[in-house]
T-cell receptor, first 119, second 112 residues
């Protein structure tokens, strides 16, 4: 299993440009989420999804869009990049409440991160 | 609103000593807590979890204690090793497990 795969690992954008961060998982997890991590701060939840076709806002959703057309993929779109969106972005997946039990916990499985710089 | 926070931003311990990392939470309805370890340049990794119907849970060299009365949990690392140097986050679930909210993190330095 590859786990959670994020691309690209590094990206530099100019203010106003748009881009999509890709995230894919091969663990059949129903829950997926996007976090951003800034220096001196913890991870802040941007958007999350509890299953294909269902998404919702987290703590800091402004400026980002998501969609979940399949269980495996959860792309994050920056509509018009701003310097304030310079950050490290992490995608994560986990078992839903219905999938837990036995060895399955609520553990989040994270990708390696995507470092985004907006000039 | 809910917040999950940590008491100290950094902790420095001698190799071989025990480490204790503390965390406070504000949502009385929180019933599931997880500790994560993040090494430089990597995503966070699961260490141990605990449900609110428990006060203590032990893993390999780690113990999590939960005090619901004062809404506090701690992570204890026994015989701290250089490989334990990392940032440690506590996190809790809300919304029936839909969302996991993280604290700011504590950076653990292990001195040889």
């Amino acid at each position: 299993n590859a786990g959670v795969t994020q691309t690209p690992k590094f990206q530099v954008l100019k203010t106003g440009q748009s881009m999509t961060l890709q995230c894919a998982q091969d663990m059949n997890h129903e829950y997926m989420s996007w976090y951003r991590q800034d220096p001196g701060m913890g991870l802040r939840l941007i958007h999350y999804s509890v299953g294909a076709g269902i998404t919702d806002q987290g703590e800091v959703p402004n400026g980002y869009n998501v969609s979940r057309s399949t269980t495996e993929d959860f792309p994050l779109r920056l509509l018009s990049a701003a310097p304030s969106q310079t950050s490290v972005y992490f995608c994560a997946s986990s078992y839903s409440s219905g999938q837990r039990g036995g060895h399955n916990t609520g553990e989040l499985f994270f990708g390696e991160g995507s470092r985004l710089t907006v000039l | 609103g809910e917040s999950v926070g940590l008491h100290l931003p950094t902790l420095s311990v001698q190799e071989g000593d025990n480490s204790i990392i503390n965390c406070a939470y504000s949502n009385s309805a929180s019933d599931y807590f997880i500790w994560y370890k993040q090494e430089s340049g990597k995503g966070p990794q699961f260490i141990i979890d605990i449900r609110s119907n428990m006060d203590k849970r032990q893993g390999q060299r780690v113990t999590v204690l939960l005090n619901k009365t004062v809404k506090h949990l701690s992570l204890q690392i026994a015989a701290t090793q250089p490989g334990d140097s990392a940032v440690y986050f506590c996190a809790d679930e809300e919304g029936g497990g839909f969302k996991t909210i993280f604290g700011a993190g504590t950076r653990l330095f292990v001195k040889a």
